[in-house]
């Protein structure tokens, strides 16, 4: 299942506040349980542009449709997430 626009909504919800922390990310697996979310840390994923930055998160889409994942920047591709946090706020 791809990312719909209820989807981002949802994310910009919980993650685009600068109070937003961590456990925001298990809300986030409980409202949207059809996406594949995996959490790493920003230094293992610097080489790619987000698809959403906030304050505290950077949201990466996956294509999962293939053998192996892949970033993509197209969002009828996306099958998943992935979330990096920021130790600190941004912006």
């Known amino acids: 299942m791809t990312i719909s626009s209820d989807d981002v909504a949802t994310l910009d919800a919980l993650l685009g506040g600068a109070e937003a922390e961590r ?3 298990m809300t986030l697996r409980q409202q949207l349980p059809h996406l594949s979310l995996t959490s790493c840390d920003p230094s293992d994923i610097d080489a790619e ?3 959403r ?3 505290r998160f950077s949201i990466y889409l996956v294509d999962g449709s293939q053998h192996c994942w892949t970033i ?3 969002v009828t591709k996306a099958t998943g997430l992935v979330v ?3 130790k600190v706020a941004r912006g």
């Open 49 to 51: 542009a987000p698809f």
């Open 84 to 86: 990096t946090h920021h």
């Open 53 to 55: 930055d906030y304050p």
């Open 72 to 74: 993509t920047d197209d």
């Open 23 to 25: 456990s925001a990310l």
